[in-house]
């Protein structure tokens, strides 16, 4: 078995957060990058996120 296999899909507000994170690390505003990265974090603790494993 893959490890795909057991990963959940990311939810899709999740994959908006990474690339808005990769857009704002390729303009080099980090700030921006780091403000993504805490927004997705929040997300995925909220219990909103589809994709969240449980644990994390």
Known sequence: MSAQAEQP???RTCQ??????AVANGERDYSRA?????LLGRHR??????G?????
């Open 16 to 21: 908006e957060f990474a690339l808005a994170e």
């Open 34 to 38: 780091t403000d993504c990265r805490v």
């Open 45 to 50: 603790q909220s219990g909103e996120c589809a």
């Open 52 to 56: 969240a494993r449980e644990g994390e």
């Open 9 to 11: 899909a990311p939810c």
